[in-house]
């Protein structure tokens, strides 16, 4: 069946440093990729989304790319910031209104 | 932008007894409304989709009859856990869909309740 797989956390960082959390799915067809965030105490937020291969979604600094040929969806920051600690999900929609898959989430903590 | 509430934000209850969760959506009214669950390191698992005035639809392996779900208005939605076990214990999310020629298919998310069965 299809499924999102995402690297384990926690990830701890210092302020500044490259992020990458990778991100792999399993689909019979072409879904729409997402990345959601999760701060502390709060709803999950989208982050950004790529609705077919190639596209590149980017939002606050975050960028990720839908690679079709790896099926991967890896979420990437050049610099991260204290604020950006929380718990991030990757996840697949196959079309307007269908269900969402989620990966288990990965905890980012980002140390001054 | 979009906010959704959810209350109790934590509840412990006995075995047995039956708990309401409440989800709302404060700013925006949502014909359809989702329900999760999360276990510890784990993903949000679908439950239940409901849309407003008519019956929820579960996914393979919920028990309706243990999780009822109502969808009276347009801005909230609960889920009642009947006759709890300590196995029901988790982390319950409910999402509100905004879905317009605009916006496209957007889903905002409560906080989250935190159910713990003795």
Known sequence: ?112 | GAVVSQHPSWVICKSGTSVKIECRSLDFQATTMFWYRQFPKQSLMLMATSNEGSKATYEQGVEKDKFLINHASLTLSTLTVTSAHPEDSSFYICSARIWDRESTDTQYFGPGTRLTVL
């Open chain 1, 1 to 112: 069946g299809d499924s999102v797989t995402q690297m384990e956390g926690p990830v701890t960082l210092s302020e500044e440093a490259f992020l990458t959390i990778n991100c792999t799915y399993t689909a019979t067809g072409y879904p729409s990729l997402f990345w959601y965030v999760q701060y502390p105490g709060e709803g999950l937020q989208l982050l950004l989304k790529a609705t077919k291969a190639d596209d590149k979604g980017s939002n606050k600094g975050f960028e990720a790319t839908y690679r079709k040929e790896t099926t991967s969806f890896h979420l990437e920051k050049g610099s991260v910031q204290v604020s950006d600690s929380a718990v991030y999900f990757c996840a697949l929609q196959y079309n307007q209104g269908g269900k969402l898959i989620f990966g288990q989430g990965t905890e980012l903590s980002v140390k001054p």
